[in-house]
């Protein structure tokens, strides 16, 4: 839905119209905006909620936490002087900083794409009735409550949470599986 809106502003108008008048290249032209609408809607999600589950998934793997751990705590760190190149000096900054960089860094693309799909999200379900974002945002900060349509506001969340809860289930119940497991041994 949210590629297909952002690639029904980009398509020349002029151009759409003429294929649209062909017979039989309008029904391929159809089927084939159709199919890479499918494919590039799926891209997006997927890449969406890699970036939103992977940090989960991280976090509670304890061979990954601990190693983290390990390589920063035995990690060599390279002293930074006055007289460093900048560009070493910045190369002195970052090697220092990994690998916690990475997870730091992870988490902040959390947050920018959780907040990318939200805007999806209510894109496509308007917690509105305009269906505006100006005014979705002006109810909310006037606190406007009976302006919102709970019922797409409550599918808007649901789409931007769902597969993060259903992971969070999956790795709880391994973890319960694995625990009840170790202690019949």
């Known amino acids: 839905m ?3 809106f952002l690639s029904g502003k ?3 108008q002029a ?6 008048v062909i017979p039989i290249v309008n029904g391929i032209a159809n089927f084939l905006g ?3 609408t499918w494919i590039l809607g799926t891209l997006l999600w997927g890449v ?3 970036i939103e589950v992977l940090p989960l998934i991280l976090y509670n793997h304890e061979g990954f936490m601990q ?3 390990s390589n920063v705590d035995s990690r060599s760190r390279y002293e930074i002087k006055q007289s460093d190149d900048p560009t070493l000096a910045m190369l002195k900054r970052t090697y220092n900083a990994l690998p916690i960089s990475v997870v730091s860094n992870l988490e902040r693309l959390k947050i920018v794409t959780y907040t990318v799909d939200f805007l999806i999200c209510i894109t496509v379900y308007s917690p509105v009735a305009s269906g505006k974002f100006s005014d979705f945002f002006w109810y909310l900060g006037t606190g406007q409550w009976n302006k919102f349509d709970y019922a797409n506001l409550s599918l808007a969340l649901i789409t931007l949470f769902a597969i993060e809860v259903i992971v969070s289930l999956i790795i709880w119940v391994g973890k319960l599986s ?3 497991k170790e202690t019949k041994n």
């Open 2 to 4: 949210a590629v297909r």
């Open 48 to 50: 969406i909620q890699i």
């Open 10 to 12: 980009a398509i020349n």
């Open 67 to 69: 190693q983290v751990i």
């Open 34 to 36: 159709q199919g890479i």
């Open 178 to 180: 694995y625990a009840i």
């Open 15 to 20: 151009f759409f119209y003429l294929i649209s």
